[in-house]
């Protein structure tokens, strides 16, 4: 049996990010880019009106006010998309428009607002400012500028300057392929028939859930049944997987043959770690394929992917930050646990005048699955730790999103 630290570091000593693929600029979005973006154009490439009103030359306007406006003439009308080739001289303005270029000659720009216009003219009611309102070539971003560095994670604003850059698309680290297999002799599909001893096999749609929301690709293979022949043709079929998934059949049971199988195939790492829920867990590599073994039981299924197997997806989705938040609460009730094991309990965390408490959603049996739709965070409790009270602090994961309003 081997730490849960230790076994992370085993994990992610085998795991490397994927190999990089080019995908359309909206696709990449909330993936990790795989190049540095270096502008080959400024932004915006001329300089342009930054409001709605006319252009005209600064020494113009001095001394102008409401009582004694100056009075130019208007030579042209600058749409956005539209250049002038017009050059302002003296007494003159032109009208422009937000975005449109400042044609030649000018060197400010009044607001509508500050003008009125006649025929052809234009009353200006205030002296303009210089270069306010005007925004100049490249103060967006500059030709030859290093923009968005490889290895951030991408969001929109990113997707906006893509698109702005005229990129239709970038390199980003593939998506992983994850191959979730569940094992058991008792397993039926949704929709299927449960005979008396028969359950359903919810590990399956829990794990590819866990996985897509990872970013991954889940590829379900169903249910592998308690037999060496049947594990070895599932494992097959999860060739052209970057990572396999299976649930159950890791443990000491008279059928619990997935980790023989795993050694059978390819190699073992480690089995069994320091942590409850999630024990049993085996962990190897098959062709070179990194294999989670993951104990059957709903909760250890789920708690273990989230301590192991959602860092490595996010390491070969090209992540460097792998790990979910995790802050310190004060926990809202005592409770005992046995030294040796690193203890993930599930709980209701509350933000409340600044500080997060924290709750048990009661049963914490493996088998509850219930306790994990109740919960939005894992209390982690060290090794060493025997017993806590009512009060005391605890570093808890928040596992979903239930905080980003908070
Ligand atoms: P095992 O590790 O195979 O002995 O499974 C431990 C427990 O988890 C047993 O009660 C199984 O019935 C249950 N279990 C195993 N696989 C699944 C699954 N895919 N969906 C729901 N429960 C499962
Ligand atoms: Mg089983």
Do not use: H
Not at 113 to 121: A, F, Q, S
Not at 145 to 168: D, Q, S, T, W
Not at 244 to 266: H, N, Q, R
């Amino acid at each position: 049996m081997i730490s849960v630290d230790k076994a992370l570091e085993q994990i992610l000593g085998v795991i490397n990010p994927l190999r990089l693929e080019k995908v359309n600029i909206l696709e990449a979005l909330n993936r990790v880019l795989g190049e540095d973006i270096t502008s080959d154009r400024d932004i915006p490439p001329l300089p342009n009106s930054a409001m709605d009103g006319y252009v005209l030359r600064f020494d113009d306007t001095l001394g102008a006010t409401r009582e004694r406006p100056v009075v130019l003439t208007v030579i042209d009308d600058i749409q956005a998309g539209r250049v002038s080739t017009k050059t302002i001289g003296p007494g003159q303005a032109i009208r422009i428009m937000t975005g449109a270029p400042i044609p030649a000659g000018a060197d400010a720009v009044t607001r509508v607002e500050d003008t009125e216009k006649d025929g052809d003219r234009v009353r200006v009611y205030v002296p303009a400012k210089k270069g306010l309102d005007i925004r100049l070539a490249g103060e967006d971003v500059k030709k030859g500028e290093l923009i968005i560095p490889k290895g951030k994670i991408i969001r929109p604003a990113e997707v906006g300057m893509f698109a702005a850059l005229n990129r239709p698309d970038v390199a980003v680290y593939r998506r992983p392929k994850v191959a979730v297999l569940s094992t058991g002799d008792e397993l039926v599909d949704i929709g299927g028939e449960l005979a008396p001893g028969m359950i359903t096999n919810s590990n399956s749609y829990s794990l590819a859930a866990q996985v897509a929301e990872c970013g991954a690709i889940p590829l379900r293979l169903g249910i592998a049944r308690d037999t060496r022949e049947d594990l070895i043709s599932k494992f097959e079929a999860a060739k052209g997987a970057d990572l396999i998934v299976t649930s159950g059949g890791v443990s000491v049971g008279d059928y619990d043959l997935v980790k023989d199988v795993m050694g059978e195939l390819g190699a073992m790492r480690f089995w069994k770690v320091a942590m409850r829920p999630g024990r049993p867990l085996a962990f190897g590599t098959i062709g070179g394929v990194p294999v989670f073994g993951l104990p059957g039981n709903p909760v250890s299924v789920m708690v273990s992917f989230e301590q192991f197997v959602r860092p490595a997806i996010l390491r070969m989705s090209g992540f460097t930050n792998l790990f979910r938040p995790a802050v310190k609460a004060v926990l809202k009730e005592g409770l005992q646990k046995k030294a040796g094991f690193r203890y993930f309990l599930r709980a209701v965390v509350e933000l409340k005048g600044g500080k997060y408490y924290a709750v048990m959603t009661g049963e914490q049996g493996s088998g509850i699955l219930k306790s994990m739709v109740m919960a939005n965070g894992l209390i982690v409790l060290p090794e060493d730790v025997t017993s806590l009270i009512a009060g005391d602090e605890v570093t808890v994961q928040l596992i979903d999103r239930s905080f980003e309003t908070a």
